[in-house]
């Protein structure tokens, strides 16, 4: 299969979806990551510019730690709109070049404005790159593609109904998030927030609705076309 997740800022991957991620590769499955907002804005200190770089080198380690592919839609922060034509553009030709088999993206109602229209606009783009004849100067059409949402930030609004076993990648997720060192350090010196802490908090809530000790938990976009008949999620 081929599996494509398009996440908003440069640590939503680790965050969400990560472990599910790895074991996709453990099992011969291509991933390919696309994070759509380039985290120019998260920081207080380091200049947008800066930060736009040292986060494309933390994604780029990260990523190389469990061998996926990234592009990044290279977004501003705090812009993602699902209404503007140019970003529905830019996620049509990542998911045409990554003809996925699955899309992993944010639920609609997470915490944040970007993590909500990037999830809109996954699922515009994900139809319309169905389409031959809408734009195709962005690549051959695809299939429809199956949609699964990621838990939220800290789990809120979210009722799962599918859960992925990631007790044996947990150790690999630490270490990819631990990759953000812009991000972790910050948080921990400056909010006194452990961002490992909090997720395996979460992972490990999850792996209790489910009977081991770490999940990741998503929920399926119900509608026609993007139904299987055999379990999509590893
Ligand atoms: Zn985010």
């Known amino acids: 299969m081929r599996v494509l997740a398009i996440m908003c800022h440069p640590d939503d991957m680790e965050l969400c979806c990560s472990g599910t991620l790895i074991k996709y590769k453990k099992l011969g499955h291509e991933v390919i990551v696309c994070h759509a907002a380039n985290g120019n804005m998260g920081h207080v200190l380091i200049m947008p510019d800066e930060l736009k770089e040292i986060r494309r080198n933390e994604v780029q380690k990260a ?122 350090v910050w948080l921990k010196d400056h909010d006194g927030i452990d961002a490992i802490e909090m997720q395996r908090i979460l992972a490990a809530e999850r792996g209790g609705q489910c009977g081991v000790k770490y999940a990741e938990a998503f929920l399926p976009l119900i509608a026609s076309q993007r139904m299987r008949t055999y379990r999509v999620l590893p």
């Open 63 to 184: 990523a190389a730690l469990a061998g996926f592919e990234v592009i990044s839609a290279d977004i501003g922060d705090l812009t993602i709109n699902s209404a503007n034509e140019e970003q529905l553009k830019k996620i049509i030709r990542v998911i045409r070049y990554a003809r996925p088999d699955v899309i992993i993206t944010h639920y609609p109602e997470d915490y944040c404005s970007d993590h909500n229209e990037l999830s809109k606009l996954v699922f515009k783009a994900s139809f319309d790159a169905s389409c031959p004849h809408f734009m195709p100067e962005l690549g051959k059409a695809t299939d429809v593609t199956p949609i699964y949402y990621a838990d939220t930030d800290m789990g809120m609004k979210f009722v799962p109904t599918e859960y992925v076993d990631i007790t044996e990648e947990m150790n690999l997720k630490e270490e990819m998030l631990a990759c953000h060192k812009s991000q972790v």
